[in-house]
């Protein structure tokens, strides 16, 4: 099956840095790549997705980019905020045995803003 | 719109004990999902449903079953609840047409089975 591999485990930057979270996929399938924030006691919210149609895609300070080929895309943050610290999941479509397709998830990163 | 509400936000088992999570969502989704989210290792799915009267395994479903009688409504009952099912449960929607996947999570249920 897929598999999302997320790094790192924790990042820390100083306000007004670029922050940058990487994924790899196994699943040459897969077609849909969105990120996830979550704040504490809260559940994961969307922030940002991209299609394997699409090499960039930017909304404000955040940006996804996609690597088809080397299967690989990536979260970037500039001109990071405290209130950007949160844990940060990526994922990827995967087609299910009974035909369906879902997600599966990185293990998530960490992202500390100090101030 | 209040999206997806789940209940109880904490619960304390002890083991062998049975209880179900609450899940209800006003977005008219047909996709409903539930995920378990230990530390460090993301969200694992655990059972899924695509629509009324229609639910499916997930990666992770021992241990636990669903039920989907209504569009609004995915329960997810514990039986013989067991140390290892202590974890924070998140269900999710999404409206499937076109392919797409944008997934809307509740606010989570800690669990802790003692």
């Not at chain 1, 699943?27 to 077609?31: G, L, M, V």
């Not at chain 1, 990071?80 to 610290?85: A, G, N, R, V």
């Not at chain 2, 013989?80 to 099912?85: C, D, G, K, N, T």
């Given at each position: 099956g897929e598999n999302v591999e997320q790094h790192p485990s924790t990042l820390s930057v100083q306000e007004g840095d670029s922050a940058v979270i990487k994924c790899t996929y196994s699943?040459?399938?897969?077609?849909y790549f969105p990120w996830y924030k979550q704040e504490l006691g809260k559940g994961p919210q969307l922030i940002i997705d991209i299609r394997s149609n699409v090499g960039e895609k930017k909304d404000q300070r955040i940006a996804v980019t996609l690597n088809k080929t080397a299967k690989h895309f990536s979260l970037h943050i500039t001109e990071?905020?405290?209130?950007?610290?949160a844990v940060y999941f990526c994922a990827a479509s995967i087609r299910l045995n009974s035909g369906y397709s879902t997600l599966t998830f990185g293990k998530g990163t960490m992202l500390l803003v100090s101030p | 719109n209040a999206g997806v509400t789940q209940t109880p936000k904490f619960r304390i088992l002890k083991i062998g004990q049975s209880m179900t999570l609450q899940c209800t969502q006003d977005?008219?989704?047909n996709y409903m999902y539930w995920y378990r989210q230990d530390p460090g290792m993301g969200l694992k799915l655990i059972y899924y449903s695509v629509g009324a009267g229609i639910t499916d395994k997930g990666e992770v479903p021992n241990g636990y079953n669903v039920s989907r009688s209504t569009t609004e409504d995915f329960p997810l009952r514990l039986e013989?609840?067991?140390?290892?099912?202590t974890s924070v449960y998140f269900c999710a929607s999404s409206y499937r047409g076109a392919g797409a996947e944008k997934l809307f999570f509740g606010s989570g249920t800690q669990l802790s089975v003692l």
């Open positions: 699943d040459s399938a897969s077609n990071t905020q405290p209130e950007d610290s | 977005m008219n989704h013989l609840a067991a140390p290892s099912q």
